[in-house]
């Protein structure tokens, strides 16, 4: 729709969460999966005899990207259900916007973007360092740009003031 509604933004149950979060991880795995399966026919089978110490060195790379994002986003996902089986909790929401497991979908998606763009040129993997880069620029918006351009405390601003009124009337005094 090209119009948001306005007013209050609807909640999502416990279930509905909790069958979202499985999708969203099996999409996941999915995109994992592909991505793995063309870059290893590609390059490690197809075109073996040209596979150097990088081709394997970016395959294990991208593996262990894929793996600890993917773990960390179905540790998020984790459901408990109560002794009698019903759902207790579905979970973190998977599809929120703005929370951690948006930026690790973000993470699974360059790498296997790079990964398969890869099978051309191992230059590509240059791209990958956009990650730690969006990272930096997060880090300095959200943390370290408001930490070092914040005024002073409110404390300090009151004396500021006082000493700003007694050398008015220092001067008043003078003059």
Same mark, same amino acid.
């Given at each position: ?12 149950? @416990? @279930? ?17 999966? &592909?991505? #793995? ?9 197809? =075109?073996?005899?040209?596979?150097? =110490? ?9 593996? #262990?990207?894929? &793996?600890?994002?993917? +773990? ?15 759902? #207790? ?15 690790? @979908? ?44 914040? &005024? ?10 006082? @000493?700003? +009124?007694?050398?008015? +009337? ?6």
């Amino acid at each position: 729709t090209l119009f948001r509604s306005k007013g209050k933004v609807g909640t999502k149950g @416990k @279930k509905q969460i909790f069958e979202e979060n499985k999708e969203t991880l099996t999409f996941y795995l999915r995109i994992v999966l &592909g991505a #793995v399966a063309i870059y290893a026919v590609v390059n490690l089978l197809a =075109f073996h005899s040209a596979a150097t =110490f990088w081709t394997w060195a970016w395959f294990v790379f991208s593996l #262990v990207i894929y &793996g600890a994002s993917y +773990r960390s986003m179905n540790s998020m996902a984790q459901a408990s259900f109560g002794e009698d089986g019903s759902l #207790v909790d579905g979970g973190i929401d998977l599809n929120m916007e703005q929370g951690m497991a948006e930026h690790l @979908k973000d993470v699974i998606l360059l790498t296997a973007i790079v990964q398969v763009l890869s099978c051309f040129s191992l230059y590509v993997w240059y791209f990958w360092l956009l990650a730690p880069g969006r990272a930096l620029y997060l880090l300095w918006v959200n943390v370290l740009g408001p930490w070092f351009t914040s &005024g002073p405390p409110a404390g300090n601003q009151e004396l500021n003031e006082k @000493k700003q +009124r007694r050398q008015e +009337r220092r001067q008043i005094k003078r003059f």
